[in-house]
C-alpha cells in the first residue's frame, strides 16, 4: 500500500529526483524565473534573507551569461530553534536554492537532505527532512509551471 | 516521504488517512492528465524527468543533445532502454530507477517522435576486431577528444553559455553505463555515421574502413573503467574545529588564514540575517564567505550545478563549551551530484576549509 502510494506520488511529482539532487527548467527567461522564485518562497511561508551573487568575475572569464545566484530562505524562528538543537547543521542552513540562466531558459537546483539523513536517525529531524524536501519540491515546482 | 514517519496511533485514523491519501493522488493524476499509455504520457514524462538537462526539444543543455538525426538513425530501443535504467555512473546522467518499463517506453515513443526514421535492430553478437590495432587508431584519431583510454571531455554537455572545448563535450566512452547499453554493432554504426551537429566525425573522414572499426570496436570495448564515485555515504557531512579563542578573535583569525590563501573575503554576516528583525540577530553564529575567482570557475565548468556550494562559507558558532568553527565536507559533493569529475575538485575544496580552520584555531 504504501508503497503504491510512493511510487505513485513520484509519477506525480515533476521535480526531478536526479540522484540526491532536486532540479527543474523554466522556459522563463532569468530574470522572470528569479521573481517567480522569490514569489514562489513567500507562498510557502518562507521569507528570502538574501540574494547571493555566485557570478563575480564570471564573464569576464570567458563566460556567456553572469546570471547565476544562490537565494537563502528561512524562517527566523524554525531556524534558531533547528540551531540549537543541532548546531551539526549549521553549515547546511539557511536553506537554498540556485538559479542560473541557460541561453533563454533558467535552471533551478536545490539539495535533498538524503546524504545528511543517515546521520541524524532521530524522528525530530527526519521528519524536519520530509517537510523541508517537500516544501523545496513545492517551491520549484511553481517555479517550473510559472507563466 | 512523510508517510513513512507517521506514528499509527490508532488503526482506524490511519484508514482513513491512508485512503484519503490514496484518493488524492489519484484525483491529482486524473488532474493532471497523466495517461503513461497515451501519446502525451511520454512527452509529460520527458519534461519531467530529462528536459532539464537535455533541453524541451531534446537540443542538448546540461546534458547531450538527444534529437539529432544521426543519433537516432543508429541509437536501438535496447540502447535508450538500458541508458534511462543504468544512467552513466560518475558521468552526471543518472539512472531512472524510479521509472517503471510503461513509462521508460513512453519516453522513448517521445524521443522517437523526433525522427521520421525507424529505430534500428542490433544482434548483440561481438565483432571479430583486433582490439591492438584498435587502440592504435585510437590513439592517433579519438584521444583529443574523447581522452585517454575514453575517459570523456571534461565538462557537460553543450552550455554554450559556460567556457568549454568543444561545443558537445564527449561522452565517455569507458563508462560501465555506456559499454552495459551499447552493442558492438550500434558502436560500429556510431563511428561510420558520425553525428552531424556535433563535433564527432565518421572515422570515414580518417580514411578508415568496416575493418578498422571492427578494430576500433574491439579495442573500446577493452575500455571498461570503475568511474563510480568512492563510496562516501559514510563521510561526516560536516568539518568541525573547536577553537579556545574568543568568536571575535576566532573571526579575526579567520580572516587572515583565508586572505593568506589567496581567498577574497566576500561577506559577513549573522547566520539569521534578513530573517530576523534588524538588531534582532543572534549575535553567536556568524557566517563568513570568501572566494577565488579561479577555483570558482574550475568548478563551475567541471559543473554548472556545484554554484548551489559557493562561494566557500565557514561558519562560527558560539555555545556554551567554546567556538565551533565549521563547514560543509565538500567530499561528499562528487557522489551528490554524480559527477567523479569533482572528485579532484572536491578534495581540493576539503584540504583548503580543513587547512584555514586549522590555521584559524591553532
Not at chain 1, 522572470?32 to 514569489?39: D, I, K, N
Not at chain 1, 533558467?106 to 539539495?111: E, G, I, K, V
Not at chain 1, 539523513?117 to 520549484?140: A, M, N, V
Request: proline share 6%; net charge neutral; glycine share 8%.
Amino acid at each position: 500500500m504504501k508503497n503504491i502510494l510512493v511510487a505513485l506520488m513520484m509519477l506525480v511529482s515533476p521535480v526531478l529526483l536526479a540522484q540526491d539532487l532536486f532540479m527543474v527548467r523554466s522556459q522563463l527567461p532569468f530574470p522572470e524565473a528569479m521573481s517567480a522564485l522569490q514569489q514562489s518562497i513567500g507562498k510557502s511561508g518562507y521569507k528570502v534573507s538574501r540574494v547571493q551573487r555566485v557570478d563575480i568575475g564570471l564573464t569576464k572569464s570567458g563566460y556567456k551569461t553572469d546570471k547565476y545566484r544562490v537565494v537563502f530562505f528561512g524562517d527566523a524562528d524554525e531556524l534558531r530553534a533547528v540551531s540549537d538543537r543541532h548546531p551539526e547543521l549549521i553549515p547546511y542552513l539557511p536553506l537554498k536554492i540556485s538559479i542560473f540562466a541557460e541561453n533563454d531558459e533558467t535552471l533551478l537546483l536545490a539539495s535533498s537532505f538524503k546524504h545528511l539523513r543517515p546521520f541524524y536517525p532521530g524522528p525530530d529531524l527526519q521528519l524536519q527532512f520530509d517537510r523541508w524536501e517537500s516544501t523545496i519540491r513545492d517551491i520549484l515546482e511553481r517555479v517550473r509551471v510559472a507563466e | 516521504m512523510h508517510i513513512k514517519d507517521v506514528r499509527i496511533t490508532c488503526h482506524a485514523e490511519w484508514i482513513t488517512m491512508n485512503l484519503r491519501a490514496v484518493l488524492m493522488v489519484i484525483v491529482t493524476l486524473l488532474l493532471s492528465g497523466v495517461s503513461v499509455a497515451g501519446p502525451n504520457g511520454g512527452a509529460m514524462l520527458y519534461r519531467q524527468n530529462c528536459a532539464v538537462c537535455h533541453g524541451d526539444n531534446g537540443g542538448g543543455g546540461v546534458g547531450i543533445p538527444l534529437n539529432l538525426p544521426d543519433f537516432l538513425a543508429v541509437a536501438s530501443d535496447d540502447y535508450l532502454r538500458k541508458t534511462l535504467r543504468i544512467g552513466r555512473p560518475g558521468r552526471i546522467m543518472p539512472a531512472f530507477a524510479n521509472l517503471g518499463d510503461t513509462e521508460i517506453d513512453a519516453i522513448i515513443g517521445h524521443i522517437r517522435s523526433w525522427s521520421p526514421q525507424a529505430a534500428p535492430v542490433y544482434n548483440s553478437d561481438p565483432l571479430p576486431g583486433n582490439p591492438e590495432r584498435g587502440k592504435t587508431l585510437y590513439a592517433r584519431h579519438c584521444t583529443g577528444c574523447h581522452g585517454d583510454e575514453g575517459r570523456g571531455g571534461i565538462g557537460t554537455g553543450v552550455t554554450f553559455s559556460r567556457p568549454r572545448e568543444a561545443p558537445v563535450e564527449a561522452p565517455a566512452l569507458d563508462n560501465p553505463g555506456f559499454q552495459e547499453s551499447v552493442s558492438d554493432a550500434m558502436l560500429k554504426a556510431s563511428l561510420l555515421r558520425g553525428r552531424e551537429g556535433t563535433p564527432m566525425p565518421s572515422i570515414k573522414v580518417f580514411g578508415l574502413k568496416e575493418k578498422d572499426a571492427d578494430d576500433l570496436v574491439a579495442y573500446l570495448r577493452t575500455l571498461n573503467r570503475d568511474v563510480l564515485p568512492e563510496d562516501n555515504s559514510g563521510l561526516e557531512p560536516v568539518i568541525l574545529y573547536e577553537s579556545a579563542y574568543s568568536l571575535k578573535q576566532t573571526l579575526e583569525n579567520l580572516k587572515q588564514a583565508v586572505i593568506g590563501r589567496n581567498f577574497r573575503i566576500i561577506r559577513e554576516q549573522y547566520l539569521d540575517q534578513g530573517l530576523a528583525p534588524e538588531g534582532k540577530e543572534d549575535t553567536r553564529r556568524i557566517i563568513l564567505y570568501f572566494c577565488n575567482f579561479a577555483f570558482l570557475n574550475d568548478a563551475l565548468a567541471i559543473d554548472p550545478r556545484v554554484g548551489l556550494f559557493l562561494p566557500c562559507r565557514i561558519t562560527l558558532v558560539k555555545t556554551e563549551h567554546g567556538v565551533q568553527v565549521m563547514s560543509i565536507n565538500p567530499k561528499n559533493l562528487s557522489r551528490l551530484f554524480n559527477n567523479s569529475d569533482l572528485d579532484r575538485y572536491c578534495q581540493q575544496m576539503h584540504d583548503m576549509y580543513a587547512e584555514i580552520m586549522e590555521d584559524a584555531t591553532l
